[in-house]
C-alpha cells in the first residue's frame, strides 16, 4: 500500500470514528439498515467496525473464559426473566394477558423454525450488536464513559429499543422492550462483553415464543394476581 493509499485510509477511519459528516452519515446508515431487512444494521455495524479501525472489543466481542459457562447463565438468565415478565412485571403494568401481536403462533407448528431463527439471528445478534454494541460504543465516544454519561446511555437506547416496538406490539410491547433494554443494557454496561447478553436475549424471546405456541399466556399472566 502506498503512503498516499495509507494516509487516505487512516483518514477514512478517523472520520468514520468521529462525529464530522462522515461520521453522522455513517451512524444514521447503520441505525436504517434494519428498514431494509433486519439483522442488516448489525452487519452493517460490524463493517463499520472494520473500516473505522474500531476493536472489536470496544463493542463487547470480548472472548468469554468459558464459552459453556457464558452460553449457560445467559440461557437462564434469559428464560428466568422472562418468566419473571411475563407473571409478574407486566400484570403489574396493566399489560394484557395475550400478546395480539404474536397470538398467530399458538399451536401453529410451521411458523416455528422461522420464529426460531428471528429469535437467535435478529434479536439476540442483531439487536444486541445494534442497541449495546454499536450504540454503546458510539455515545460513549460523544458522552464520555463517567458514570453519569453510561446511565444516560442505558436509558437512551432502551427508550429507542423500546420505541421500536410500539408499532407492531403496541404501548405493552414497547413496555416490555424498554425494560428488557435496561436490563440488558445495565448487564452490558458493567460488563462490556456481549455474548451472555446475546444469549440472554434469544433465551428470553424463545422462552415467549414457547409459552404463546403453547397457549400458557393468560395461565402465567394470571398466575399471581388471578
Same mark, same amino acid.
Given at each position: 500500500?502506498?503512503?498516499?493509499?495509507?494516509?487516505?485510509?487512516?483518514?477514512?477511519?478517523?472520520?468514520?470514528?468521529?462525529?464530522?459528516?462522515?461520521?453522522?452519515?455513517?451512524?444514521?446508515?447503520?441505525?436504517?439498515?434494519?428498514?431494509?431487512?433486519?439483522?442488516?444494521?448489525?452487519?452493517?455495524?460490524?463493517?463499520?467496525?472494520?473500516?473505522?479501525?474500531?476493536?472489536?472489543?470496544?463493542?463487547?466481542?470480548?472472548?468469554?473464559?468459558?464459552?459453556?459457562?457464558?452460553? *449457560?447463565?445467559? @440461557? $437462564?438468565?434469559? #428464560?428466568? !426473566?422472562?418468566?419473571?415478565?411475563?407473571?409478574?412485571?407486566?400484570? &403489574?403494568? +396493566? %399489560?394484557?394477558?395475550?400478546?395480539?401481536?404474536?397470538?398467530?403462533?399458538?399451536?401453529?407448528?410451521?411458523?416455528?423454525?422461522?420464529?426460531?431463527?428471528?429469535?437467535?439471528?435478529?434479536?439476540?445478534?442483531?439487536?444486541?450488536?445494534?442497541?449495546?454494541?454499536?450504540?454503546?460504543?458510539?455515545?460513549?465516544?460523544?458522552?464520555?464513559?463517567?458514570?453519569?454519561?453510561? *446511565?444516560?446511555? @442505558? $436509558?437512551?437506547? #432502551?427508550? !429507542?429499543?423500546?420505541?421500536?416496538?410500539?408499532?407492531?406490539?403496541? &404501548?405493552? +410491547? %414497547?413496555?416490555?422492550?424498554?425494560?428488557?433494554?435496561?436490563?440488558?443494557?445495565?448487564?452490558?454496561?458493567?460488563?462490556?462483553?456481549?455474548?451472555?447478553?446475546?444469549?440472554?436475549?434469544?433465551?428470553?424471546?424463545?422462552?415467549?415464543?414457547?409459552?404463546?405456541?403453547?397457549?400458557?399466556?393468560?395461565?402465567?399472566?394470571?398466575?399471581?394476581?388471578?
Amino acid at each position: 500500500m502506498t503512503d498516499g493509499a495509507s494516509g487516505s485510509s487512516d483518514r477514512l477511519a478517523e472520520r468514520l470514528r468521529g462525529f464530522g459528516p462522515i461520521g453522522i452519515l455513517a451512524f444514521l446508515t447503520v441505525l436504517a439498515g434494519n428498514l431494509l431487512f433486519p439483522p442488516l444494521s448489525a452487519v452493517l455495524a460490524l463493517i463499520w467496525a472494520k473500516w473505522s479501525r474500531t476493536p472489536w472489543s470496544e463493542l463487547g466481542f470480548v472472548r468469554p473464559r468459558s464459552w459453556v459457562r457464558t452460553v *449457560a447463565v445467559g @440461557v $437462564v438468565f434469559g #428464560a428466568a !426473566f422472562k418468566l419473571a415478565s411475563k407473571v409478574l412485571v407486566m400484570p &403489574l403494568l +396493566g %399489560a394484557p394477558p395475550v400478546n395480539a401481536a404474536y397470538h398467530h403462533l399458538v399451536g401453529n407448528t410451521a411458523a416455528l423454525p422461522g420464529m426460531i431463527a428471528a429469535m437467535i439471528i435478529v434479536a439476540g445478534f442483531g439487536e444486541e450488536t445494534l442497541f449495546r454494541g454499536f450504540l454503546f460504543q458510539r455515545l460513549r465516544t460523544l458522552f464520555g464513559t463517567g458514570a453519569g454519561a453510561t *446511565a444516560l446511555i @442505558v $436509558v437512551l437506547t #432502551a427508550v !429507542f429499543f423500546g420505541s421500536l416496538h410500539y408499532p407492531d406490539q403496541g &404501548l405493552p +410491547g %414497547a413496555e416490555q422492550a424498554v425494560m428488557t433494554g435496561l436490563v440488558f443494557g445495565a448487564i452490558y454496561a458493567a460488563t462490556g462483553r456481549i455474548w451472555m447478553v446475546m444469549v440472554a436475549h434469544a433465551a428470553f424471546d424463545l422462552v415467549a415464543v414457547a409459552i404463546i405456541y403453547l397457549d400458557l399466556e393468560k395461565t402465567l399472566a394470571h398466575l399471581v394476581f388471578g
